[in-house]
Nanobody, 123 residues
Framework: QVQLAESGGGSVQAGGSLRLSCITS?????MAWFRQAPGEEREGVAA???????TYADSVEDRFTISKDDAKNTLYLQMSSLKPEDTAMYYC????????????????????WGQGTQVTVSP
């Protein structure tokens, strides 16, 4: 079973930046970042397919960038212009199959999950 481990969370003021990382123990075809705030549903943030194609939630478009380094088995999420509403636990997710573009931000299609890393943005 492939293991996922996130890092890079922390506390930052609004307008600041953070970079999250997710190291995997093996190759994963499709990877994504999700987040969950207290009392809220888990929300898809960004995803990247094996071919490098990406998709983003409208709420983070133009502020977040997802990328991967296959040589290092590492997924990244560069977050800029952070807002208090970005505060959440961020999870790395993976699927060892190719996922249709339409379902990339659907949590149900991912079978691999990390433990999460907390991001807190203060006003």
């Amino acid at each position: 079973q492939v293991q996922l481990a996130e890092s890079g969370g922390g506390s930052v003021q609004a307008g600041g930046s953070l970079r999250l990382s997710c190291i995997t123990s093996g190759y994963v075809d499709t990877m994504a970042w999700f987040r969950q705030a207290p009392g809220e549903e888990r929300e898809g943030v960004a995803a990247v397919r094996f071919d490098g194609s990406t998709t983003y939630a409208d709420s983070v478009e133009d502020r977040f960038t997802i990328s991967k380094d296959d040589a290092k088995n590492t997924l990244y999420l560069q977050m800029s212009s952070l807002k208090p509403e970005d505060t959440a636990m961020y999870y790395c997710a993976g699927a060892r199959v190719v996922i249709s573009q339409s379902y990339l931000l659907d949590a149900d299609v991912y079978s691999l999950w990390g433990q999460g890393t907390q991001v807190t943005v203060s006003p």
